[in-house]
């Protein structure tokens, strides 16, 4: 198994654009530490009419604080419970919905806490130079034989790269099937994220509680200026193949906009191919990623998009008022946790962003809970997968207060419906009739271990391209070098 591993650990190189995290070990003391809930256990229904944000909020919060102690017996198990993690943000998660849950700090989630008797710690691996995946390489294959508090319990991953850490041959994420999570139990959850996590074998071995679908965010005050309106369906109307999104652009150049970065529309194309990136041993790249890099050098050599890189200071402008970019891509959690809406002279500041679907569906990002194999915590471990990422009254909560959209249809589909449940980001706008009928509509069946290197070393070489300093054979050349350093056991020719 440690020699599969690693050799699935070579495979995948790579920073991740989301916002993950992970576990890391526990102890072997007796514990009372399902006193998470039971009521978590088996996920608990929502009101069939939708409540204001309000109601919402507090008949949420009412059932974090009165959930009864888990059922199953927890005794003899550890009395660590060790999270892995790049970030803080299932930390703050946790901490704020997880019943029972006592913060070691309140201004510093990732510092830890308690559940029952057991101590919670996190480590915290940043995603930069790929030392979160280097980090779970090199701890999760010795887990099993791990002393009890340095035992990995939960660890989090992203679809970029999931299919490594799910890997049936690998098996250091263990089945939810083992832990007595059933189907029933993920009935409500969008059947792409559990795609991500179910193993050859079609076992299912990690639950998120975010469904990512995604869209075209636009400048409401460009649009009225552009096509005299901010209406969504006339605005959607205008971007709803890309024939007509490049007739926008050639509008929003006119008016003395740019589109967008070149750089935003790849996972929209790349998340709409016919094929995976490997075939029988060797790269392919998809009809739809050349026609992303066809159609971005005609855009960005008639001035209609740029090239900017995604998260660079340049691509960043555009969320502040007085610049002249149309519109972004992403999904929920990029608009309300990266467009810098809580500043002064941002669009989102006042409510100056609107969300269409755009020319196609796509999805983007997303967190995966996994259970650890050698977890001596699998009662909590259990408690937390179905309390955060299948309980309709935590999902509520999550969606209320951190603005997260939720992998929960029943949850979902009522607060879509709440007229009075608008984001002001948006202008008040709902976004999750959308978001939901979009993550019906995600396909994740082209999903392979190599797409997180592919996807990144295709962006990079046809910037060169994209820039004017490579020919595309020249750009596509250095795309093949690079595949073939990193992946060594694929062909490129």
């Known amino acids: 198994m440690k020699k599969r591993m690693r050799t699935l650990l070579s495979l995948t190189m790579a920073a991740a654009l989301v916002v993950p995290m992970a576990a890391c070990g526990s102890s072997s003391t007796a514990s009372s530490s399902a006193a998470a809930s039971s009521s978590a256990s088996s996920a608990s229904s929502t009101s069939s009419s939708a409540d204001t944000a309000e109601d919402s909020t507090e008949a949420a919060s009412s059932a974090t604080s009165e959930a009864e102690p888990a059922a199953e017996d927890a005794s003899g198990e550890g009395t660590v419970l060790n999270i892995q993690c790049w970030n803080d943000e299932f930390a703050n998660r946790l901490a704020a919905h997880y019943p029972g849950y006592e913060a070691a700090d309140p201004d510093d989630a990732t510092k830890g806490g308690k559940i029952g008797d057991v101590t919670v710690k996190f480590t915290v691996t940043p995603s930069d130079d790929n030392a979160y995946q280097n980090n779970l390489d090199t701890v999760l294959p010795e887990n099993a034989d791990a002393s009890a508090d340095k035992k990995v319990d939960i660890f989090l991953v992203e679809a970029d790269y999931a299919l490594k850490y799910i ?62 309106t901010d209406d969504l369906d006339t605005v959607q109307d205008a971007v709803s193949s890309w024939d007509k999104f490049d007739e926008t652009a050639k509008k929003v150049k006119d008016a003395g906009y740019q589109m967008c970065s070149a750089m935003d529309t790849y996972r929209v194309y790349s998340n709409n191919v016919s094929g995976p990136w490997v075939q029988d041993g060797k790269v392919v790249v998809d009809d739809n990623i050349k026609a992303w890099a066809d159609d971005s050098k005609a855009l960005v050599d008639a001035g209609e998009e740029n090239s ?75 408690d937390i997968i179905l309390n955060m990422t299948t309980n309709d009254d935590i999902m509520k909560e999550i969606a209320v207060d951190d603005s997260d959209c939720v992998n929960n249809k029943t949850v979902l589909e009522a607060l879509a419906s709440d007229d009075k449940f608008g984001n002001p980001i948006l202008g008040g706008q709902n976004p999750y009739a959308m978001l939901s009928a979009g993550a019906e509509k995600v396909d994740m069946s082209n999903i392979s271990i190599y797409d997180q290197g592919c ?28 595949i073939q350093e990193k992946y060594p056991d694929v062909s490129v020719d």
């Open 308 to 382: 900017y890189e995604l998260w660079s200071d340049d691509w960043s402008k555009g969320f502040f008022k007085d610049t002249p970019v149309f519109c972004y891509f992403g999904p929920a959690w990029l608009i309300n946790f990266s467009m810098h809406s809580d500043e002064d002279g941002s669009v989102g500041k006042d409510g100056g962003w609107g969300f269409v679907t755009g020319p196609q569906g796509f999805y983007w990002g997303g967190t995966w809970i996994c259970a650890a194999n050698g977890t001596d915590n699998p009662t909590l471990v259990k």
């Open 167 to 228: 890997d049936a041959d690998a098996n250091v994420a263990m089945k939810l099937s083992d832990l007595g999570i059933t189907d029933d139990d993920l009935s409500k959850q969008y059947q792409y994220t559990k795609d991500v996590v179910t193993d050859a074998n079609g076992d299912i071995r990690g639950s998120s509680w975010q469904a990512c679908s995604a869209g075209l965010i636009f400048n409401r005050d460009i649009a009225k200026k552009v096509l005299g």
């Open 455 to 482: 996807n990144e070393e295709f962006q990079t070489a046809m910037k060169n391209y994209f820039d004017g300093n490579a020919s595309y054979d020249d750009a596509l050349a250095q795309f093949k070098s690079a």
